[in-house]
């Protein structure tokens, strides 16, 4: 991921509707991205990943788009819900164990009731 | 049942001192991490360590040093703290694959 700037990004969203957060890297030989929720006080919690090979996965409420031609990862969050609220954190890697993750910058979404 | 745990939660300490921040994950990882958050929420990476491997991210000082007693442990000890060490800092850990588990983090102030 690549860093925004100075100031977080804030994505508001109102309850029930749904969110999509971006993300642009750089690295043209990552192979493995991850999105990561932090909410405040806490440390960073796994949301989803996705792997080159891939353009789309889903989970739980949740889908991960890659598009590998212009480095661009995006997060939907289907019916979002006031405990969505929290910094969002896109990651890449080249791949392998051990290997280091380039955290981007971070979007704030704030869920309105 | 908590999978990486930090200690202590939040250290406040002068400026010149020597401190360390310890980490221990009961999830049978081979690999953890330290990465420090910045007042913006930067997140970066320091150092990995793999079966006593250590990769250095080559930005971070010297005064920086992770040890690794054994396997679920990768403690990070920090000598002569700047003001501008004072961060937010999180251990993580991962299995043979490549999604990380963070701890809850250590929030560091230097006075």
């Known amino acids: 991921g690549e860093s925004v700037g100075l100031h977080l990004p804030t994505l508001s969203v109102q309850e029930g509707d749904n969110s999509i957060i971006n993300c642009a890297y750089s690295?043209?030989?990552?192979?493995?991205f991850i999105w990561y929720k932090q909410e405040s006080g806490k440390g960073p919690q796994f949301i989803i990943d996705?792997?080159?090979?891939?353009d789309k996965r889903q989970g739980q409420r949740v889908t991960v788009l890659l598009n590998k031609t212009v480095k661009h990862l995006s997060l939907q969050i289907a019916a979002t819900q006031p405990g969505d609220s929290a910094v969002y954190f896109c990651a890449d890697s080249p791949g392998g164990a051990g290997n280091m993750l380039t955290f981007g910058g971070g979007t704030r979404l704030m869920v309105k009731p | 049942d908590t999978a990486v745990s930090q200690t202590p939660k939040y250290l406040v300490t002068q400026m010149g001192n020597d401190k360390s921040i310890k980490c221990e994950q009961n999830?049978?990882?081979?690999?953890m991490y330290w990465y420090k958050q910045d007042s913006k929420k930067f997140l970066k990476i320091m150092f990995s360590?793999?079966?006593?491997?250590?990769?250095i991210n080559e930005t971070v000082p010297n005064r920086f040093s992770p040890k690794s007693p054994d396997k679920a442990h990768l403690n990070l000890h920090i000598n002569s703290l700047e003001l501008g060490d004072s961060a937010v800092y999180f251990c993580?850990?991962?299995?043979?694959?490549?999604?990380?588990?963070f701890g809850p983090g250590t929030r560091l102030t230097v006075l």
């Open positions: 996705i792997r080159s090979n891939m």
């Open positions: 360590y793999n079966n006593k491997e250590l990769i």
């Open positions: 999830l049978g990882h081979d690999t």
């Open positions: 690295n043209s030989a990552s192979d493995y």
């Open positions: 993580a850990s991962s299995p043979h694959t490549d999604t990380q588990y």
